[in-house]
T-cell receptor
Framework: DAEITQSPRHKITETGRQVTLACHQTWNHNNMFWYRQDLGHGLRLIHYSYGVHDTNKGEVSDGYSVSRSNTEDLPLTLESAASSQTSVYFC????????????FGEGSRLTVL | GIQVEQSPPDLILQEGANSTLRCNFSDSVNNLQWFHQNPWGQLINLFYIPSGTKQNGRLSATTVATERYSLLYISSSQTTDSGVYFCAVTLRSGGGADGLTFGKGTHLIIQP
């Protein structure tokens, strides 16, 4: 079955280190998204991509970057991790831009000490 | 940006009870989805429902786009229905450029 997978599922890192969270989908969806979920804020959009080599900033993009070199993958990089980036990160994809059903990965819990 | 408000924020019910969760949004939308986040943190699609009514087993949803609200109905609640229910929308005028905007959710607890 087609699916969307995230790795690692849990990670602990130190302030200032670079961290990359992987997201891989096998649905061949053009549109992929990264969200973070925090208590009191719900889910907020970090970055998104509508296709290969396309990336866009979301509501809370500072301190994060993404790259899209193929359809299947959208890795999220924290260039210099900060304690404020401790969160649960969700990757999602959808076949249709602006509409259509969004499907989520299982989430990656990141702790920055 | 678009505002998405969900009510009630918390709901505690006995097993077997029925419930209605509400989602109000501030602008015209071309995508509305309901999700269930289970106690293990997984986000599960319930309905893709920008307008109209859908049913899936004990769950059903109605979106009245002209009045800018959606309702999620849960009948004969079971303990496995516990978790957080999110409503999420994309603006019609924005063409979805900002992805889905989420409400803060309704935290549902079903007691045996």
């Amino acid at each position: 079955d087609a699916e969307i997978t995230q790795s690692p599922r849990h990670k602990i890192t130190e302030t200032g280190r670079q961290v990359t969270l992987a997201c891989h989908q096998t649905w061949n969806h053009n549109n992929m998204f990264w969200y973070r979920q925090d208590l009191g804020h719900g889910l907020r959009l970090i970055h998104y991509s509508y296709g290969v080599h396309d990336t866009n900033k979301g509501e809370v993009s500072d301190g994060y970057s993404v790259s899209r070199s193929n359809t299947e993958d959208l890795p999220l990089t924290l260039e210099s991790a900060a304690s404020s980036q401790t969160s649960v990160y969700f990757c999602a994809s959808t076949p249709q831009q602006g509409a259509g059903e969004l499907f989520f990965g299982e989430g990656s819990r990141l702790t920055v000490l | 940006g678009i505002q998405v408000e969900q009510s009630p924020p918390d709901l505690i019910l006995q097993e077997g009870a029925n419930s209605t969760l509400r989602c109000n949004f501030s602008d015209s939308v071309n995508n509305l989805q309901w999700f269930h986040q289970n106690p293990w943190g997984q986000l599960i699609n319930l309905f893709y429902i920008p307008s109209g009514t859908k049913q899936n087993g004990r769950l059903s949803a109605t979106t009245v786009a002209t009045e800018r609200y959606s309702l999620l109905y849960i009948s004969s609640s079971q303990t496995t229905d516990s978790g957080v229910y999110f409503c999420a929308v994309t603006l019609r005028s924005g063409g979805g450029a900002d992805g889905l905007t989420f409400g803060k959710g309704t935290h549902l607890i079903i007691q045996p």
